[in-house]
């Protein structure tokens, strides 16, 4: 299609309005509500992530860091947390690109020669949109742009998620590291305990008391105890390397720890109250929810695919005499196969995300509901060997002891209920390992606050 217009006593205006036209509707650029303030968002999140990992200056830990302190230095300085946080500005970074115009403005010329000579009346400028794009409805780019809000939307909740596994992980690698130290204390004191229960078999064997077999009995004893002594001495190396790594330091850095594990209270409120939490605040969820919003905004877009594209020219000499306006619309109506099967992937996909949310519900569901009854148990287990065993042990010591010392008793019978006693440590010790990795779990499920750590 062309249009011409003679030339007027102030052609300029025509000009500039038919090239202007062309340059503005070309390379337009749409952004929706909410991209500007989720941008700044991930620009104050990253501030830590501005430098190399070799100029960030973290503060020292302590003689005897605590859980907080370590989770704190395995945000700031964790290779998977930085990761997870760029693949973010990567998603921020494609609603501009995906609301922008795929056509850009492009100047040409054509210059007529008269005798072999050119003038200003044959010499015509062209500005138009790109010839290999069309210009696109701005519904169009505008959807995409939406889409891509909501799967940037996805990738924080995916930082957030990465934040939760790191914090997880340093809790559980601590964890294993105060454990592992605290048993083999009580496996060396229960060596020490086995071996004077060793001394006096060997004197009553002597003394033809008891049969020597019962030394054999303890010899066997005595060796199982050094093999697990020896299984865990090699584990500490590893559990300090593997919680080094997590926090950014040299793994064979050494580390102290506390005597014991921490008591860990369960989280407020009952089992309702912990799966609302879940479904609401779990990253994994809340990401997967903001892909459903971005399937259903890919539905409406495959559907714009109805509406024709268009292509704009304007053309004038360069003495201003002659101006012409040109356009074309596309007929995307022949492509009606390809357009509604896009259309009908686009929903395979919503649904696939669907099942997925809801699979992933009920993933968390199961989790929460099991870890909460798991924890339950260890508590009550531990409580039920702290408040009721352990003291009635104390108390057969004592009685144990008076009845040695007034020749009524056997002589190792102290020693042997000590050894019982350690023993019950050590089970109070598995139980409490696995109560507090339980609680941490349902920490990252419940998406509690990541400075939350005892």
């Known amino acids: 299609m062309s249009l011409g217009f003679p030339y007027r006593n102030s052609p300029r205006w025509r000009v500039l309005l038919t090239l202007g036209l062309t340059a503005v509707t070309a390379g337009c650029t749409f952004m929706p509500r909410g991209a500007h303030t989720l941008q700044r968002q991930a620009v104050l999140a990253g501030r830590p992530f501005l430098k190399s990992p070799q100029e960030r200056h973290l503060p020292p830990l302590s003689a005897v860091p605590a859980p907080r302190e370590l989770v704190r230095r395995a945000l700031l300085n964790s290779p998977d947390v930085e990761a997870a946080y760029w693949r973010w500005r990567a998603a921020i970074e494609a609603i501009a690109q995906r609301g922008t115009e795929t056509t850009v403005p492009a100047l040409g010329a054509t210059v007529g020669l008269k005798n072999g000579a050119a003038s200003y009346d044959s010499t015509m400028l062209q500005l138009a949109n790109m010839s290999s794009a069309p210009i696109e409805w701005p519904s169009k780019p505008l959807a995409e742009a939406r889409a891509a809000l909501q ?161 704009l020219s304007a053309v004038t000499t360069l003495d201003g005499i002659t101006q012409n306006l040109g356009g074309a619309i596309m007929f995307p109506f022949v492509r009606y196969q390809a357009i509604n099967a896009s259309i009908h992937q686009n929903r395979d996909w919503l649904r696939e995300s669907e099942a997925e949310l809801r699979s992933g519900r009920l993933s968390i569901a199961a989790r929460v509901v099991a870890d909460l009854v798991i924890v339950q148990s260890d508590t009550r287990r531990i409580n039920l060997y702290e408040g ?48 507090v990795e339980r609680l941490a779990d349902m920490d990252a499920l419940l998406a509690s606050r990541l400075e939350n750590a005892n």
Do not use: C
């Not at 065993?389 to 056997?410: I, S, Y």
């Open 151 to 311: 799967r940037a939307y996805a990738a924080g909740w995916q930082y957030r998620r990465a934040q939760f596994a790191v914090r997880r992980q340093t809790l559980d690698a601590w964890y294993r590291l105060v454990a592992d130290s605290a048993m083999l204390d009580l496996l060396r004191r229960d060596a020490v305990l086995l071996r004077e229960l060793d001394a006096f078999a060997r004197a009553r064997v002597e003394a033809g008391a008891v049969s020597p077999t019962a030394v054999l009995t303890i010899e066997n004893g005595l060796t199982r105890l050094r093999a697990m002594m020896a299984a865990v001495s090699a584990e500490l190396p590893a559990d300090r390397a593997a919680l080094n790594r997590i926090i950014g330091r040299p793994v064979r850095r050494p580390m102290r720890v506390p005597e014991k594990l921490p008591r860990i209270p369960l989280p407020h409120g009952g089992l309702t109250r912990m799966l609302t939490l879940a479904v609401r605040r779990n990253p994994d969820l809340a990401a997967l929810r903001r892909d459903i919003r971005a399937g259903r905004i890919d539905i409406e877009r495959a559907k714009m695919n109805y509406i024709p594209d268009f292509s």
């Open 388 to 435: 009721v065993l352990l003291p009635r042990l104390q108390r057969l010591a004592a009685f144990a002891r008076t009845d040695v010392e007034q020749n009524q008793g056997a002589i190792d019978e102290p020693v042997q209920i000590e050894r019982t006693r350690v023993q019950i440590h050590e089970a109070i010790l598995g139980l409490r390992l696995d109560e």
